[in-house]
């Protein structure tokens, strides 16, 4: 059984949460009311997994995660509200530890809960067996400076990256998959990738469109290299990131003799978008094997791996994230297990293989 703490100041929200998962035969449920609240239940109620609202009264979810965190560590699901306030707080909550996040109903509560409900159980459920990325105190401090800390001045870092931009047409581009704890995830593989790195990066986050936006200004102040979202037909540039747009897919494609990337709609044929397995798909069609290199990281369910691996069998380069760093090893496992990773690492190393298929 999956001991479940549901923590909610909406007595509606306790109310409808508590109901869906009591309909579910594996989970035990038990209800807090407040960040308070859900600390004094920690120990004595033990929760494999938690349910988590940002916003509170006094202490709010971000300060209870970061006390939980701390304390007794476990897998924690934040419940957001889908605007730009909340993705930046969502963001800000898998960086301290968060596994994943689920929507918060708006309008009519009660009339959509059950639209959201089989999402909510699979992303708990899968919560629930996940890997915790816990950072010590002193880590978690640095946490809070570490875009000033890791970013050079803006003006200076434009200067470099318009220098380094080479306009070869056989340049490599790296194509990124990630679901769940894939935020962090990002942080930790485009972080130490310097400004003169060679290639575009392509990213594909399974998010809703509410929060890529802000996902790409957060790496964007976090790394070297210049990162921005897909809203557009963009031509890909090396020493720039590019993260493919919410609630739609992202495809390469050519114009002018460029190769660029473009939001396109959603996909009926995929789950889960932006979607790994179009993007692949696409750049396969436009590019060569050999210039290709795949990085499938954390994330429940297989988006990615047939590509990725159709990738590697035509001469591509493949890179799947360890199941030992892996948040939920879902995604790269696939790929293992399809034979077609060409290189397994764990996280704090997927940097290096990259710099080292650039000869970096």
């Not at 509606?12 to 609240?37: K, N, S």
């Not at 494999?48 to 970061?66: E, Q, R, S």
């Not at 994943?100 to 409900?117: H, M, N, T």
């Amino acid at each position: 059984m999956i001991k479940l703490l549901i923590v909610d100041d909406s007595a509606l929200m306790r109310r409808l949460l508590g109901q869906i998962f009591a309909a579910e035969d594996d989970f035990v449920v038990e209800i807090a009311r407040d960040g308070e609240e859900a600390l004094a239940k920690l120990h004595g109620f033990a929760p494999d997994v938690v349910t988590l609202d940002i916003h509170m009264p006094g202490m709010d979810g971000l300060a209870c995660l970061d006390r939980l965190m701390l304390e007794r560590p476990c897998p924690v699901v934040m419940v957001s509200a889908l605007t730009a306030d909340g993705a930046a707080e969502t963001l800000e909550a898998m960086a301290l530890g968060a596994v994943d996040f689920v929507e918060k109903p708006g309008g009519a509560i009660s009339l959509r809960i059950d639209e959201v409900a089989p999402v909510i159980v699979e992303k708990v459920r899968a919560a629930s067996r996940a890997r915790l990325r816990t950072m010590r105190l002193r880590e978690r401090v640095r946490l809070r400076s570490r875009a000033a800390e890791a970013s050079p001045p803006p003006v200076a870092r434009r200067a470099r990256r318009v220098a380094a931009s080479p306009a070869a047409a056989t340049y490599r581009i790296v194509l990124v998959g990630a679901s769940t704890g894939g935020p962090p995830a990002l942080d930790a593989l485009l972080a130490p990738l310097p400004v003169t790195f060679p290639w575009p990066i392509v990213v594909a986050q399974h998010m809703p469109a509410t929060f890529t936006g802000a996902l790409a200004r957060r790496l964007d102040r976090l790394c070297a290299l210049t990162v921005s979202e897909v809203v557009r037909a963009t031509p890909l540039l090396p020493g720039n990131v590019y993260i493919a747009r919410g609630d739609a897919d992202v495809q390469l494609s050519t114009r002018g003799g460029e190769t660029v990337a473009m939001a396109v709609p959603a996909s009926a044929e995929h789950r889960w978008h932006p979607s790994v397995d179009r993007l692949v798909a696409s750049a396969l069609a436009q590019r060569p094997a050999g210039q290709l290199v795949g990085v499938l990281m954390t994330g429940m369910g297989s988006d990615g791996a047939e590509t990725m691996a159709q990738l590697r069998s035509l001469g591509g380069h493949t890179i799947a994230e360890a199941e030992e760093s892996a948040v939920v090893w879902g995604m790269p496992g696939a790929l293992v297990r399809l034979g077609g990773a060409e290189t397994v690492a764990p996280l704090d190393r997927l940097a290096d293989e990259l710099l080292k298929l650039a000869g970096a």
